[in-house]
């Protein structure tokens, strides 16, 4: 009987909203060395359809570069400086829910 009642519930998690986590993993796939990485004011976007901070991260010199903005929206994140793609899901990110 207990069975019956995780999968459902297992099912409907799995198909949930994307998480932070989410966020954070493709944010880090965009900037040059992912480990050093570092996120603060990390927040849904009034759409509700994905997240918004900044992020740190070293460049090719080791060195970490300061804080710039992100947004990760249906599934795609994009840093500030890929102006054209950042404008895109900014779009996204902040037409507010009915």
Known sequence: MRILILCPLLCLLACG???????????RGEVIESPSARFRDVVPCPSGKGYYGMVNSKNVKREYM??????????????Y???MEYQQLRLLCAVKKA
Not at 17 to 27: E, L, T, Y
Not at 66 to 79: K, S, V
């Open 17 to 27: 909203q994307p998480g932070v986590d989410d966020a954070i993993d493709a944010v």
């Open 66 to 79: 300061g804080y710039q903005p992100f947004i990760y929206a249906e599934g795609n994140a994009a840093l």
């Open 81 to 83: 400086e890929s102006q």
